[in-house]
């Protein structure tokens, strides 16, 4: 397979687009999340930045970039100047797999709405969600901070449990497209949407990725009222957003995963492709968000049982009734 | 069913939240929208004046008495005939509690609480208020009151001639 300039130059752009419209998204998306618990609570929300508070995340981004940055006595430098790269790079890494739109011909060729169609894509999405725990363990334990530390050993146990449960729900997804190439899922979908089929699978894998982007009622690893602010409680300036970006692009990233594995991808009537991508992407991310606004947070050994001995056990289930199912017909 | 109850109350929580995001919000954007404060709000204090004009305050030291957070002072002073004032007076606004027991000692109704609740200030020395900046023109809240018509003791008029007075009696009169 020979590779010319103008290939290079399209995937070039696909990525150069990605990382913006990713970037501009997760800054909105902090703002929407405030403005919507705003409501949730009967008030505003930031309105004062700009028409509708929509210049805030701009307001955001100076405050980050000019303030100090400090580094804990003690503190392991390297990885304490890593783990934020960590934690952001892989979510936005995890993108290049998702099939975000139908192919299009452009220039006379047949290019493909993703970075990189892998054909183990569901396989790099696991490993790197697996990488984006280190930025978690990491910073909490080169801060050389008690509330670090405990949020992160916190998270860790947290994100490796619900990992296993995460990894169970989606194989009845690659069972009845059979294939772990992304695109290939999303064309399974074509005429049904493996929601209908996977109900308890699609209900296991969205609450295993409420675990894994570390929001309420699974924010353990942070948990303000108790450690502070958790494995981040150290950071500030730019590296404290750059876990918090890497927050709410995790959301976004898992939110056009769940997507694309449930809710047929790019497929769906009238509109263009991309536009229902956006739709079904941003509509996971109002619901955690709506959550946010509702839950409490769970305690540390609900957490721990409801992993090992609900989910678990019921996504090995799932497995069991779809191959039978499949074995039947 | 405990799971089935569970389930149940998620959804409530969600359904109660999510109604919540197409209500109005309750908040008052204060610069630009200002509430209106009841009659009876109790913030910036004020020195009232008698219908003809006069100051009412006749200086008892019975609201600095009162205050909690002693934040008022004054010094008080007796005219020719015998009427008394505030030769100064000062309510320091930066220790006010704004409790109104101050207004409810008066005697004579001459301090008062308004319902202005703007007087926030960058230097505190501001704050301080003197009796020109606390006395204003009106009667306040009891427009007709007059303290010296009513028991005026040979100050503005003659003994027995005040509203609520009786004629003095010679006390030898009542001897048995």
Known sequence: MGYDSIDIALSFGKIVLIFLVILVIAAYLVLAERKLLGRIQERFGPNRAGPFGLLQPLADGIKLITKEDVKPAGADKWLFYLAPAMAAIPAIMIFAVIPFGAPVTLFGRQVEMQVVDLNVG?????????????????????????YALLGSIRGLAQLISYEITMGLSLVPVVMLARSFQLSEIVQAQESCWFIVYQPLAFIIFLISILAECKRIPFDLPEAE??????????????????????????????????????????????????VWFLIKMLAFAFLF???RGTLPRLRYDQLMHFGWKVLTPLALLNILATGWFIALT | MPLINDIKAIL?????????????????????EKRIPFPRFRARIVLTRDPDGGERCVAC??????????????????????RRYAAWFRINFSRCIFCG????????????????????????????????????????????????????????????????????????????
Not at chain 2, 18 to 29: S, Y
């Open chain 1, 122 to 146: 569901l396989l790099v999405f696991i490993a790197f969600s697996s990488i984006a725990v280190y930025g978690t363990a990491l910073g909490g334990w080169a801060s050389n901070s008690k």
């Open chain 1, 225 to 274: 009222g108790e450690l502070v602010a958790g494995f981040h409680t150290e950071y500030s300036g730019l590296r404290f957003g750059l876990f918090f970006v890497g927050e709410y692009i995790n959301i976004i990233v898992l939110g056009g995963l769940a997507a694309t594995f449930f809710l047929g991808g790019w497929h769906g009537p009238f509109l263009p492709p991309v």
């Open chain 1, 289 to 291: 968000i709506w959550l």
């Open chain 2, 12 to 32: 409530l929580g969600m359904w109660t939240t999510g109604k919540k995001i197409f209500r109005r919000p309750v908040t008052i954007q204060y610069p630009e």
């Open chain 2, 61 to 82: 030291y019975l609201c600095s008495a009162a205050c909690p957070v002693d934040c008022i002072s004054m010094q008080s002073a007796e005219q020719e005939d015998g």
């Open chain 2, 101 to 176: 027991l101050c207004a409810e000692a008066c005697p004579t109704m001459a301090i008062q609480m308004t319902p202005d609740y703007e007087i926030c200030n960058r230097d505190i020395m501001n704050l301080v208020y003197e009796k020109e900046d606390l006395l204003i023109d009106g009667c306040g809240k009891s427009p007709d009151y007059n303290f010296y018509r009513h028991a005026g003791i040979g100050v503005t008029q003659h003994r027995g001639e005040g509203m609520e007075e009786k004629a003095p009696v010679d006390v030898r009169s009542l001897l048995p």
